[in-house]
DNA sequence: GTAGGATTGGATAGGCAAATCCAATATGAG
DNA sequence: CTCATATTGGATTTGCCTATCCAATCCTAC
């Protein structure tokens, strides 16, 4: 195993442009092809660079991968971020549902989950990814329950409401639902998911 | 595009031995390195056959994945069948779960959903594959949601229960927690999302 | 403006995987 | 037992993909 040392960040405006630029490029690639179904070559074109920026920036294709893992870990957070911030009510969350399934239903669940692609294909045999990719599971539960946090400080929800198990169920539905609906190209299963458990947690909600 | 005829089933004892030898070293390795990261040549050695064979049952790689697919619905479906066919109280609906958490619990969650993963990796790009595995899924929510019938005849559910959401969101819950556990190697959020999905069933359960 | 490092273009080596071919052997129906 | 057919071994072709190399060009700090 020769081990290089990593490229250091680029240090010029452009630099960072063309790195950040194979990074979408490849993003999107690996997302619609998985990672194997997408080559370097690939890359190069889709991003409009020449083979040899790819491994000025990279060390090779894992380490272009691991970037890749980060780019759409940013990407799902800062997308859930603004809903999950202010889930401190049944609507709230409710609206919350709604944007997880009309963003499938918008391609017929094609796609799925970029994390959880990313995870079927890399977990089982590459460490280094699945470390990233259980980080960034464990973020985006984390960001949900800190919405229901919220509902529990808020009254809406009872106290002794076991919190971290209602947000590891919420991905799960989303995570499965979005499995399904890649094979089925519909949403039934992703809305049959997520109706349960949000009508699950309405039965955790206080007494008016 | 050149067709070729599919190879017709073998007829000797000895020729379906080898394809049934291929298709499992091939389910086996595909299961745990995706269909991409298993070679031909990798099966060859699996399956402990020559390259010819392969060619020889089956046109190319995709008609060999086409068979895998076939196998790990069956093989899913007929593990599956004995479980659910007796889903008609409670208990039975929980020795379930604790069949499938057991299961992912044996491999600390990693390999996932052997239907799961080759859709998540095929689906998008193959429409024979998603076609299959679609059909897979159908059978198996509705192997679960025979189940649930069986329990609303019983009167032990309510008659005006959703079953077919509820089967939905039992496999997706299943698949949702399948993906988790592969990344985070515990069975937390398969269990979570397992039990949510279970107590929401227990509201419907008709009064004693 | 200029020097020195950063960035870029494109050719190419090396390797592996998919698929083919044909000769050799095994099978089983009669 | 015999022969037509099924099965098998393994070399081989072809093509793509990863990764490297080096020369040319572009930045930017001074």
Redesign the interface.
């Given at each position: 195993m020769s081990v290089r040392a990593a490229p250091e960040a680029p240090s010029t405006h452009k630099g960072r442009a063309t790195r950040d630029r194979i990074v979408a490029a490849a993003a999107e690639l690996m997302y619609?092809?998985?990672v194997?179904?997408t080559s370097t070559p690939a890359v190069r074109n889709a991003a409009g660079v020449s083979s040899s920026q790819i491994y000025h920036y990279f060390t090779d294709k894992d380490d272009l991968t691991r970037a890749v893992i980060a780019f759409q870990t940013q990407t799902i957070l800062s997308n859930q971020a603004p809903l999950l911030a202010t889930l401190d009510s049944i609507e709230a969350l409710r609206s919350w549902r709604d944007v997880v399934v009309d963003a499938a239903h918008r391609q017929n669940g094609?796609?799925?989950c970029p994390l959880?692609?990313l995870?079927?294909?890399l977990?089982?045999?590459h460490r280094w990814a699945?470390d990233a990719?259980?980080a960034g599971?464990?973020a985006w539960?984390e960001a949900i329950r800190a919405g229901l946090d919220a509902m529990v400080d808020n009254g809406i929800l009872r106290p002794e409401t076991d919190v971290t198990?209602?947000s590891?169920?919420l991905?799960?539905?989303?995570?499965?639902?979005?499995?399904?609906a890649?094979?089925?190209?519909n949403t039934?299963?992703?809305e049959?998911?997520l109706?349960?458990?949000i009508?699950?947690i309405l039965?955790h909600a206080a007494p008016a």
């Open positions: 619609r092809h998985g194997a179904g094609a796609g799925g959880g692609s995870s079927s294909e977990s089982d045999d699945r990719l259980a599971f464990t539960s198990a209602l590891f169920a991905l799960a539905a989303v995570q499965g639902g979005l499995v399904l890649q094979a089925q190209h039934e299963a992703l049959a998911a109706d349960v458990a009508a699950h039965n």
